[in-house]
């Protein structure tokens, strides 16, 4: 299709228009459909790369959340979830927020020192990406990023002749970074930002399910799309954890760092794609501000706790490589606020359909 488009325009640039012929159309296809173009209105053809990472489309549908048994999910009840959404297929990678963060940069929206990368629109400075840990493994120099092999012990250790860590999930990012991330993705794909930079950064005015542009899963999409769509206890299906479905701490470290995403086998198949480390890896960040309390009557789109005290931490989902055994589809993580980093927290993102 490009080579077509390519020769189109030249073809038009050098002989033009000419008596008694028809004009000159351009042809673009997408699946089975086409949308056709004429070539003098067309002043350019711009050819780029997207930033947006893999995702699995998971249909709209109802489910049980909570398992009665799960910290934070002993309560169960009904949920509906009236519309279809996009999900990663997996955590976001060093690579994948690396080149966001450098085009992020060129564009003035962050600003960066070797110590930290920082908000830098709407008159926003929270941090966004902790560089100066010795967990990141994104590093930042002369106004460019770069990778390294964590120096870490733990991660010398787990790989003591050397990693690479292009594909291992992105780590140090906080909340606000992982937000960030995705209303990157939005500003590139000509979409409106999903998350306000002011206030207590809400998504689409409190309505995330309503969002057009790309933003984090809420806690229901999260498990709905963990457990899909059997009610299974862990992503692989009902079978008790080990190091051959997660990496995590089982008798011992299975790995004890990081391992590249798509390492275990993907679960569950939705639609045929398979979802990837949804347990285990990396904590992953999640829309909703958390509360431990979310009853048990029948909810529809929730979108979870309003906010700020009592409860002024975001949700985490997953577990993590240096925990033990959190990997339930319905266990739900607290205790640290949005500016929080660590070195087994990342994300995955997320967008209505």
């Not at 488009?5 to 351009?26: D, N």
Request: proline fraction near 6%; hydrophobic fraction near 30%; include cysteine.
């Amino acid at each position: 299709m490009t080579r077509w488009m390519m020769i189109l325009m030249i073809a038009t640039a050098v002989l033009g228009p000419t008596a008694g012929h028809g004009e000159w159309r351009m042809r673009v296809h997408q699946s089975d459909s086409a949308t056709v173009y004429a070539v003098s209105d067309v002043d350019s053809v711009t050819f780029y790369e997207t930033l947006v990472p893999p995702m699995v489309l998971v249909p709209a549908g109802t489910f049980f959340m909570g398992d009665g048994v799960a910290y934070c999910g002993q309560d169960e009840h009904q949920v509906t979830l009236t519309r279809d959404f996009l999900i990663g297929q997996y955590e976001v990678t060093n690579e994948q927020y690396l080149d966001a963060a450098q085009w992020a940069y060129h564009h003035g929206h962050v600003s960066a020192t070797s110590g930290c990368v920082r908000d830098n629109l709407d008159g926003r400075n929270e941090e966004l990406l902790d560089l100066d840990d010795d967990d990141c493994e994104i590093q930042f120099s002369g106004g460019l990023f770069s990778l390294r092999e964590s120096p870490s012990v733990e991660a010398q250790a787990a790989y003591p002749g050397g990693y690479d860590p292009t594909d291992h999930p992105v780590k140090e990012v906080s909340w606000y970074g992982a937000v960030r991330y995705c209303d990157w993705l939005s500003m590139q794909e000509g979409l409106p930002r999903a998350y306000e930079h002011s206030g207590d950064w809400s998504c689409n005015g409190g309505d995330p399910y309503g969002a057009s542009g790309y933003r984090l899963p809420t806690d229901a999409e999260w498990e709905y799309a963990a457990q899909y769509d059997d009610e299974r206890i862990y992503p692989w299906g009902n079978e008790a954890p080990d190091c051959s479905r997660a990496n995590f701490y089982h008798t011992n470290f299975c790995v004890g760092w990081t391992s590249p995403v798509g390492s275990y086998a993907g679960a569950p198949s939705i639609g045929g794609e398979l979802l990837y480390d949804a347990a285990g890896n990396v904590w992953e960040w999640c829309n909703d501000w958390h509360t431990c309390d979310l009853g048990t009557a029948p909810q529809t789109d929730p979108v979870g706790w309003g906010g700020g005290p009592p409860y002024p931490d975001r949700v985490l989902r997953g577990g993590s490589w240096y925990n033990i055994n959190y990997l339930r589809c319905s266990y739900r993580y607290n205790f640290y606020p949005p500016s929080y980093t660590s070195y087994g927290m990342g994300f995955r993102c997320a967008r209505s359909q």
